[in-house]
Nanobody, 120 residues
């Protein structure tokens, strides 16, 4: 069973920093694009950042210059470094990845999410 497990969420003050981690595990053949999405109460889930296996990145305009996505292919892990956070960054952050596994072939997977709350 392929799993994506996020960690690192919590309460942070405006202007502070937080680092999220996403570990992929299971019978993985290949791990392709990975990304972070977020969803605030009453809002649709939105993409935050994505990174290819080779390290090419893409960011939502709202987080450019503040967030940095990275990955460690040897550890099958993606990270989201969140700096200068704002209250608008509050939400559940989900890890997403395109994965080819022995069990299910090529599929898109979601983690369970980790709560990030930006508040004084």
């Amino acid at each position: 069973q392929v799993q994506l497990v996020e960690s690192g969420g919590g309460l942070v003050q405006p202007g502070g920093s937080l680092r999220l981690s996403c570990v992929a595990s299971g019978s993985i053949v290949s791990l392709y694009d990975m990304g972070w999405y977020r969803q605030a109460p009453g809002k649709e889930r939105e993409p935050v950042a994505r990174i290819s296996r080779g390290g090419n990145t893409n960011y939502a305009d709202s987080v450019k210059g503040r967030f940095t996505i990275s990955r460690d292919n040897d550890k099958s892990t993606a990270y989201l470094q969140m700096n200068s956070v704002k209250p608008e960054d509050t939400g559940v952050y989900y890890c997403n990845a395109d994965i080819r596994s022995y069990q299910s072939g090529y599929q898109n997977h979601w983690g369970q999410g980790t709560q990030v709350t930006v508040s004084p």
